[in-house]
């Protein structure tokens, strides 16, 4: 069956430093994957989209990469800061319409 | 104001009744959705809709009605709401299905 994972533990990290958030899936054959920032109490944000023969994608201080031999989409936050505190998710298309979105991961930026 | 709105914004009602949640985006995106998100189940699709008069069903559709009668709005019906049907639901609108998904704030409904 299709699954997308996401770490489902936090990750603490100190402001300054790079977050790096993992998304894997499988049994999917996306063309493209997206990352969405939630906060408590709100709803998600589109952040970013990568294609299939896109293998970095950079925004700001975002970057995601996308490995669809390994299946995996990376996501990076470089200089975090407090503010970047959240919950990260990743979204894969699937039968034409849908878009199907992981569990997320929470992110926690200390300062 | 520009954007997608979503009322209520909370609802508590009773087993049994007839429920409906509205959803309103001014940006003329072709495609709406409606999600719901509850813990350890995440973000599921209910509904979706590519155009005025095209709906879907999404992942979990039984038990919710849609329609799409102007390209604005995308109203979700609970028929007969049961307790499961407790979470908070978002609207989300796109311009293109391989888009981003552009959410509203979400409706808290609960189902006594």
């Known amino acids: 069956s299709q699954k997308i994972e996401q770490n489902s533990e936090a990750l603490n990290i100190q402001e300054g430093k790079t977050a790096t958030l993992t998304c894997n899936y499988t049994n999917y054959s996306p063309a493209y994957l997206q990352w969405y920032r939630q906060d408590p109490g709100r709803g998600p944000v589109f952040l970013l989209l990568i294609r299939e023969n896109e293998k970095e994608k950079r925004k700001e201080r975002l970057k995601v990469t996308f490995d669809t031999t390994l299946k995996q989409s990376l996501f990076h936050i470089t200089a975090s800061q407090p503010a970047d505190s959240a919950t990260y998710l990743c979204a894969l298309p699937h039968a034409g319409n849908m878009l199907t979105f992981g569990g997320g991961t929470r992110l926690m930026v200390k300062p | 104001d520009a954007g997608i709105t979503q009322s209520p914004r909370y609802k508590i009602t009773e087993t049994g009744r007839q429920v409906t949640l509205m959803c309103h985006q001014t940006w003329s995106h072709s495609y709406m959705f409606w999600y719901r998100q509850d813990l350890g189940h995440g973000l599921r699709l209910i509904y979706y809709?590519?155009?005025?008069?095209?709906?879907d069903k999404g992942e979990v559709p039984d038990g919710y009605v849609v329609s799409r009668s102007k390209t604005e709005n995308f109203p979700l019906t609970l028929e007969s709401a049961t307790r499961s049907q407790t979470s908070v639901y978002f609207c989300a609108s796109s311009a293109n299905r391989d888009r981003g998904r552009f959410f509203g704030p979400g409706t808290r409904l609960t189902v006594l």
């Open positions: 809709s590519a155009a005025a008069d095209i709906t």
